[in-house]
């Protein structure tokens, strides 16, 4: 089995057409809502991504068959006056599950935000997703709370327009 992982080239139609097709899968997913991208997101996705140069974004590869996604994007910590990242999308197609491709994305996302002077990755995961949560764990990530007697972070959203 032979895993590679690379950002897309958003000039080359067979990388954007992967990309979008892994997210799709991901969103028709009960994890990623159940629902199907909108025609407006097929079409757009990748020339907004590409206008961004805050948006990190990885193809993985298995065997040379398309594998996994992650979309992470670029905030700012306040508190240790230092970027981060923020893990948006982590997907892997079910056929390749359990043979390390999320784990490989989050290795290269976390090696590009060491490269960005990043001080931490961050991501939001359902409560029901127990095999992510799983993994999440092992790769070292852990609940966000300031102060165990203040309870952890919810995240939180409001939908605009």
């Not at 032979?2 to 080359?12: F, K, Q």
């Not at 359902?126 to 007697?149: H, I, R, W």
Request: hydrophobic letters at 40%; aromatic letters at 6%; proline letters at 5%.
């Amino acid at each position: 089995m032979n895993i590679s992982i690379r950002a897309p080239d958003w000039n080359s139609p067979e990388d954007c057409a992967t990309l979008v097709e892994l997210l799709d899968d991901y969103a028709n997913d009960l994890m990623g809502g159940g629902h199907p991208l909108s025609s407006f997101t097929c079409q757009n996705l990748c020339h907004e991504l590409a206008k961004r140069p805050s948006i990190v974004a990885l193809l993985a590869w298995c065997d040379g068959l398309p594998a996994g996604l992650c979309i992470a994007h670029e905030g700012f910590s306040t508190f240790a006056c230092k970027p981060l990242l923020n893990i948006h999308d982590l997907v892997t197609k079910p056929e390749f599950r359990g043979r390390g491709i999320a784990r490989a994305l989050v290795s290269k996302i976390q090696d590009l935000a060491r490269e960005r002077g990043c001080c931490k990755l961050t991501l939001e995961v359902l409560e029901n997703n127990t095999v992510a949560q799983s993994l999440y764990a092992k790769v070292g990530f852990v609940s966000y709370e300031l102060d165990p007697a203040a309870g952890k972070a919810l995240f939180l959203e409001m939908k605009l327009g």
